[in-house]
């Protein structure tokens, strides 16, 4: 580890002087590109609509939600926002809580609920549906729940609590760094299990690496590829998660992929928001992190947050962007 604390510091601090050294050189002009970029921009963007206008975010969240607040750790409380703006970060870009048109005659079942929030807004919008959130820790039962919603408490790489062939509709996202390389058969064969027959189901997975990554955040990666390694987790599950889900049985299968920019870079003013959203999001993640990455480098807290910088400057300069990949498949 030693090493690879050592290469990103050295990374940071140089790019660093680099722009000390030439500071007009190096200032982004959003929107456009200076000469001496050279990254190469690959992300798909042809699904925003240009005359789409971004939707303003809410100015306060639901009592339930200010109930569960005050039940949190501090430590848990940054977690827990970062994961509120990354919901409805996706939320709107991708138009909807779910691709799948939903009716209020389903059971739905929300896999690793998490904080409740895609659960809670589904059953506010369905509110004749029965929806249940599953998940090793689930929200605490609060006021203001609604009647139609749920929690359930149970691990998900265990036989599931559900009865065969019950539930009409499962979404799932963000599991890739919960769920190990050898869990994900049983996950999905528990999945296809409960699912009623013509019952369908939506995993949304972010890639765990960054697209169009600059020098630090490359190393950052190659740390959290060598973490995923030692954990058993799989790095990158979202390139064989449709193979997963063909073998379990599942058919029908339809993949979708949506690359959101992390920073202010875009020159359409919906993906830019989008894009200042994503970067906080980033940010926050790294924070949220911070006394992991200095216990496993070694390295000291002003390194750290020169680092972190650098990459925040990095979203910029190289045009990084999150691809998040959606299946949707059907049990027969």
């Not at 190659?222 to 998660?241: P, R, V």
């Amino acid at each position: 580890m030693g090493n690879q604390a050592s290469k990103v510091i050295e990374k940071s601090r140089e790019k660093k002087e680099k722009r000390r050294a030439n500071r007009r050189r190096s200032t982004i002009t959003l929107g456009g590109r200076s000469s001496h970029h050279r990254a190469v921009v690959s992300g798909n963007y042809d699904w925003i609509e240009q005359e789409q206008q971004p939707k303003s975010r809410r100015q306060s969240i639901t009592e339930f939600f200010v109930g569960r607040k005050k039940s949190l750790a501090q430590e848990d409380l940054r977690e827990y926002d970062r994961l509120q703006r990354q919901h409805y970060l996706l939320k709107s870009a991708r138009k909807a809580n779910t691709l799948v048109k939903l009716n209020e005659s389903m059971t739905i079942l929300d896999i690793g609920t998490g904080n409740g929030i895609w659960a809670l807004e589904i059953a506010a919008e369905q509110s004749k549906a029965n929806i249940i959130g599953l998940d090793i820790r689930p929200p605490a039962e609060l006021q203001g729940k609604p009647k139609n919603l749920t929690y359930m408490e149970a691990d998900i790489t265990q036989p599931w609590p559900i009865e065969s062939n019950s539930i009409d509709f499962i979404f799932q996202r963000h599991m890739g760094n919960i769920i190990l390389k050898n869990q994900w058969q049983h996950v999905l064969s528990e999945m296809y299990r409960v699912l009623k027959p013509e019952g369908t189901i939506e995993l949304v997975e972010a890639d765990l690496w960054h697209h169009n990554p600059g020098p630090v955040q490359t190393a950052f990666d190659e740390f959290h590829q060598t973490q995923c390694d030692e954990l058993g987790l799989d790095f990158k599950f979202t390139t064989t998660l449709e193979e997963e889900l063909r073998s379990t049985g599942f058919q029908q299968i339809e993949s979708r992929t949506l690359d959101i920019p992390i920073g202010e870079w875009p020159q359409e003013a919906d993906l830019k928001q989008f894009g200042f959203i994503n970067k906080e999001i980033q940010k926050a993640y790294l924070k949220n992190r911070k006394s992991v990455y200095m216990s496993k480098w070694g390295v000291e807290s002003e390194d750290f947050d020169l680092a972190v910088q650098e990459i925040l400057t990095e979203f910029e300069e190289y045009r990084g962007f999150t691809r998040y990949n959606s299946w949707i498949a059907k049990k027969i």
